[in-house]
């Protein structure tokens, strides 16, 4: 049976793998996307904790690039949660008719380059051989979890979930003893919805993260008729922020420049409005340790002001790290959940996890019975993913090898080495820096762009030079060195991995700066790339 031969193959079926492939097929091009899962979605297939939701504002956080779409779908709340967005993704799949081209249930094993042919040949775990001019991991920053590696978790008696991999069937935990092992964005999401209905949960906290208000439900009508008229202007707005997000509305005033009274006045505002909007009251909040400083002491207040137990209050208060060097949270309650009498909260650095037992959890200094364990430990960042495919580029060369000592890339888009590879949202752009809606669009425009203009020119391959790739990682090392964003011992720094390069992955030089460099090389033919003629090349 001969290989099925494709001009692109698209690993990922979430947001970057449905718009890639709606990209290529209007360029005419033969694609195919493979899916692990047993549904389009990505993150928002696998993530169906309780409280799972997006946190940033639903009409910010979807598609821009076809107008009807973004006028036909109405959201229901201010923050969709997982299942509208899976709904949302799956009508984009449907309204552009993009399943014919999606397989689902199957996992991409292998991927090696050819250089006789120009073409990547890939393989399936169904045992199926495929070839492609190109090749676009489509993975996700967020899409392998971290697996739990405490003592005796395989004796554990009762049910145990990891919230990246959720039952779809959902969990009752009505009359449970539930064991929440980590409180970062998943726990602090998940811990309200899970007390609500348990019969105690106890909260296994590391490190306290700092997390904002949500002010969730219904979207203003108001808000919603603005939007709507001002859609292309207001998206256009985000685009020219840092972030990617228009709610942000940073401002260049500088905190260090401000009265206290002021200071306060501004946070309270931005507090009220919620989300992400605090982290763009003044300027120099992400380059200003003392700026900053008034920024944690501000939600380390609002934190004290909820939480009843004092005690309790000063555990959750985060200490070590500025606010937004690791990704802000944003909750519906999850601090007013320590008020409520079945709740526990137990301080891991006072006395660590020993081992899983059968019936709980033991830790040096107690033993908590538990009925079920919730593991919300987080993920294998933004490298994850493409280091569990066997990747082979040029001369033999394992991308897995290649960032031994942590990722390297052009741009975020391609490795040196891997010619007619292309990653969307991949280390060294901004990707979980900056809404990924915003990032995602940007990326794949590009992507399929190069595409087109390698095609038109009998361009076989086009692979970034290890000079410019070089070039890339001091200017991502260096925008990132005077911030505060490696002050923290985050996901961002791969610091949540045992054993993980600590490198900072994501580009902080902000969105526009980032686009601009992008397009700019794009329009000068795309110096930093060797490309290899093929006369045999096809618009493929």
């Known amino acids: 049976m001969a290989q099925a031969e494709y001009d692109a193959v698209i690993v990922g079926a979430g947001f970057s793998g449905l718009y890639m492939l709606h990209r290529l097929r209007e360029q005419g091009l033969s694609a195919r996307v493979y899916e692990a899962g047993s549904g389009v979605g990505g993150t928002w297939y696998w993530n169906r904790y309780p409280g799972a939701r997006v946190d940033i504002e639903s009409q910010e956080y ?25 709904a949302y993704l799956n009508h984009v799949a449907d309204r552009f008719d993009l399943r014919p081209d999606i397989q689902l249930e199957t996992r991409v094993t292998t991927a090696r380059f050819d250089e006789a042919a120009n073409r990547w040949t890939i393989t399936t775990d169904r045992g199926e051989t495929v070839t492609a001019r ?19 978790a395989e004796t554990f008696q009762g049910p145990s979930w990891h919230t990246g991999r959720w039952p779809h069937e959902g969990v009752d935990f009505t009359g449970q003893r539930v064991a929440v092992i980590g409180t970062g964005s998943s726990a602090i ?32 009508p108001a808000v919603v008729s603005d939007w709507a008229a001002n859609r292309e202007q207001y998206r256009k707005e985000a685009r020219e922020t840092g972030f990617g997000i228009r709610m942000v509305n940073p401002q260049e005033a500088l905190a260090v420049d401000a009265s206290p009274e002021v200071r ?22 992400t380059t200003d340790v003392a700026a900053n400083a008034t920024a944690v002491e501000f939600v380390a207040d ?21 606010i937004g060097s690791k990704r802000l949270c944003v909750d519906t309650g999850y601090y007013a959940t320590f008020n409520r009498d079945n709740v526990e909260l137990v301080d891991l650095n006072d006395e660590p996890i020993a ?13 908590y019975q538990a009925d079920a364990i919730v593991y919300a430990i987080g993920f294998d960042a933004m490298t994850g993913a493409l280091n569990n495919i066997d990747i082979t580029g040029r001369g033999g060369a394992k991308l897995k090898d290649s960032w031994a000592a942590g990722p390297r890339t052009y741009l975020g888009l391609a490795v040196a080495g ?27 425009d590009w992507i399929a762009d190069c595409i087109a203009w390698a095609g038109a020119r009998q361009v076989g391959a086009i692979e970034a030079t290890e000079g410019a790739q070089d070039e890339w990682v001091a200017h991502v090392n260096e925008v990132a060195a005077p911030t505060i964003f490696p002050l923290a011992n985050s996901w961002y720094m791969g610091a949540n991995v045992p054993g993980k390069p600590r490198v900072f992955m994501p580009y902080i030089g902000g969105f526009p700066v980032y686009r601009d460099k992008c397009n700019e090389v794009a329009a000068a033919g795309y110096p930093g790339f060797a490309l290899t003629s093929d006369a045999r090349a096809s618009m493929a």
């Open 62 to 86: 979807s598609y821009s690039f076809s107008p009807e779409l973004d006028a036909e779908w109405v959201w229901s709340e201010r923050y969709a949660s997982q299942p509208e967005l899976l």
């Open 134 to 152: 190109w090749c676009v991991m489509a993975t996700g920053v967020l899409s392998v979890p971290n697996e739990p590696n405490f003592p005796g």
């Open 189 to 220: 999401q998940s811990i309200p919805q899970i007390a609500e209905q348990a019969d105690h949960v106890t909260v296994f906290q590391r490190t306290p993260n700092f997390s904002v208000p949500a002010h969730n439900g219904p979207p203003d």
């Open 264 to 285: 306060r006045a501004a946070y309270e505002e931005r507090w009220r409005i919620g989300g992400f909007a605090l982290l763009g009251a003044y300027g120099d909040l």
């Open 302 to 322: 609002k934190i004290r002001g909820i939480v009843k137990d004092p005690a309790t209050a000063e555990k959750l208060v985060p200490k070590t790290f500025p």
């Open 355 to 367: 081992e899983i037992t059968p019936n709980g959890v033991r830790t040096t200094g107690a033993i």
């Open 418 to 444: 891997f010619p007619n590879l292309f990653i969307v949202t991949g280390p060294g752009s901004p990707s979980v820096l900056c809404n990924m809606a915003v990032a995602i669009e940007q990326h794949v």
